[in-house]
């Protein structure tokens, strides 16, 4: 079966240690998102890939990181940069660029600093 | 840059009443605008979208939704409530800067269905 998968679907870190939050997709998709969702504020796109060794920050790129070595793999790196980790994070992807392809999301991963 | 409105964080509405959900766009071009639900803990799920063509789109599970160039909206209705559409749904604009592509969205309405 086709999909996106995120894991751990939970996770706990403790302050000052970084994390990587895995996102793996089959869908030979080009386009892969990472978004950070918390209550009341919607989903902020934090890192965007089109193609791979290629990636672009997004709003709230700060404290984070990714790589983009293979087309299905976009991880995502929480530092402790990242002065309040503690979310829900969504990754997603997308067929091809354009304006009106939807993007594919998977079941998300949370976040908790202990 | 592209932005979308959403109005009302939280709908509550009664089971086989009608939903209205109402999201209103900014957008110097011709938008693309996308629905999408989700389920507590869960991903999201697209629900509909408007490219070009016909401004009446329908989705999933009764969904509907009508592109109003005049009111910059793009509001979400189904007629008749079901307690399985107690979900958040977010409105989502398509953006674009020089080559790349992103999702832009609202912060979500939560909607719940009472018996």
């Known amino acids: 079966d086709g999909g996106i998968t995120q894991s751990p679907k939970y996770l706990f870190r403790k302050e000052g240690q970084n994390v990587t939050l895995s996102c793996e997709q089959n869908l030979n998709h080009d386009a892969m998102y990472w978004y950070r969702q918390d209550p009341g504020q919607g989903l902020r796109l934090i890192y965007y890939s089109q193609i791979v060794n290629d990636f672009q920050k997004g709003d709230i790129a700060e404290g984070y990181s990714v790589s983009r070595e293979k087309k299905e793999s976009f991880p995502l790196t929480v530092t402790s940069a990242q002065k309040n980790p503690t979310a829900f994070y969504l990754c997603?992807?997308?067929?091809?660029?354009?304006?009106?392809?939807?993007?594919?999301f998977g079941q998300g991963t949370r976040l908790t600093v202990v | 840059a592209q932005s979308v409105t959403q109005l009302g964080s939280h709908v509550s509405v009664s089971e086989g009443a009608l939903v209205l959900l109402r999201c209103n766009y900014s957008?110097?071009?011709?938008?693309?605008l996308f629905w999408y639900v989700q389920y507590p803990n869960q991903g999201l799920q697209l629900l509909l979208k408007?490219?070009?063509?016909?401004?009446l789109v329908k989705g999933i599970n009764g969904f509907e939704a009508e592109f109003k160039k005049s009111e910059t909206s793009f509001h979400l209705t189904k007629p008749s409530a079901h307690m399985s559409d107690a979900a958040e749904y977010f409105c989502a604009v398509s953006d674009s800067g020089g080559s790349n592509y992103k999702l832009t969205f609202g912060k979500g309405t939560l909607l719940t269905v009472n018996p």
């Open positions: 408007y490219t070009t063509g016909a401004t």
């Open positions: 957008s110097s071009v011709p938008p693309y």
């Open positions: 997603a992807s997308s067929p091809r660029q354009g304006l009106d392809t939807e993007a594919f």
